[in-house]
């Protein structure tokens, strides 16, 4: 069965995740994290996309991106992917492939989901138990968005520019969300709407992508309609 093509709207931002083959290790050293961030921006540098949030887990990548071009995310990842491959094959005595198959991607809803997918992605080692707070994790884009440590990798998006007038003003208010958990129901959903390419938003970002691309943006609903006397009827 063909693939269907990924959505993509440029000036949109999308949810990366790109996974070890088998789950295995992608990083192994510090020189791996520091390897794999600076050809990230090269990439993204050179075809036209954009860097809001990211967390490089040990077997797996998580990024926030936003491409300007239909084909510039393809090409960043593409980029990205055959220099690190050579680099830790290399390194590590190796051959074959890394990844788990294409990396996957979901469209995101700036205005509802934007931040709090900015969350997630940074809270990934929490929910891993690997520190207790994002601060503590050194392979994330928390320590710009939440403390203002330079990196030039990162360009803030609009939304998270609303936070406050200044630098300080917005770190402060980007820290003070982290003081409240993510319903698990949104953490399943950001999950399930990136595994599967599904949009991640509210009814009417969805229906206006939908009928942009002319392409299903969600699941069907499933066992039928729970609200019909028919529904009822037929589960007694």
């Known amino acids: 069965m063909a693939r269907l093509p990924r959505f993509v709207i440029p000036g949109q931002p999308q949810h ?10 992608i990083f192994c050293a510090d020189a791996d994290y520091l390897f794999y961030l600076e050809k990230l921006k090269q990439a993204c540098n050179a075809h036209g996309c954009d860097i809001h949030a990211y967390v490089l887990m040990t077997n797996h990548v998580h ?4 491409p300007f071009e239909e084909h510039s995310l393809p090409k960043a990842m593409q980029m990205l992917g055959r220099y690190y491959v050579q680099y830790y094959n290399y390194c590590y005595q ?28 940074e809270l990934n080692p929490v929910r891993a138990d690997m520190v207790a707070h994002p601060s503590e994790y050194p392979w994330s884009s928390y320590h710009y968005n939440a403390l203002g440590q330079p990196n030039d990798l990162i360009t803030p998006h609009s939304e998270y520019r609303r936070l406050g007038k200044t630098d300080d003003e917005r770190q ?18 950001i999950r399930e709407s990136t595994n599967k390419a599904w ?20 699941p069907k609903p499933k066992g039928g309609d729970r609200k019909s006397e028919q529904f009822r009827i037929n589960r007694v």
């Not at 990366?16 to 290790?25: A, P, V």
């Not at 990024?63 to 936003?66: P, S």
């Not at 970002?205 to 002319?214: G, W």
Request: aromatic share 8%; charged share 30%.
């Open 172 to 189: 402060a208010a980007y820290r003070q969300l982290f003081k409240s958990h993510i319903p698990e129901g949104i953490v399943n959903e």
């Open 94 to 121: 190796r051959t074959g492939t890394l990844w788990e198959g294409r990396y996957k991607a979901t469209l995101i809803d700036s205005e509802a989901y934007l931040l709090t997918c900015m969350r997630y992605i």
């Open 199 to 218: 949009v991640l938003g509210n009814d009417r970002f969805k229906q206006r992508i939908q009928m942009k691309l002319e392409r299903r943006v969600e």
């Open 16 to 25: 990366i995740i790109l996974r070890g083959n088998n789950r295995t290790e």
């Open 63 to 66: 990024l926030l991106v936003t």
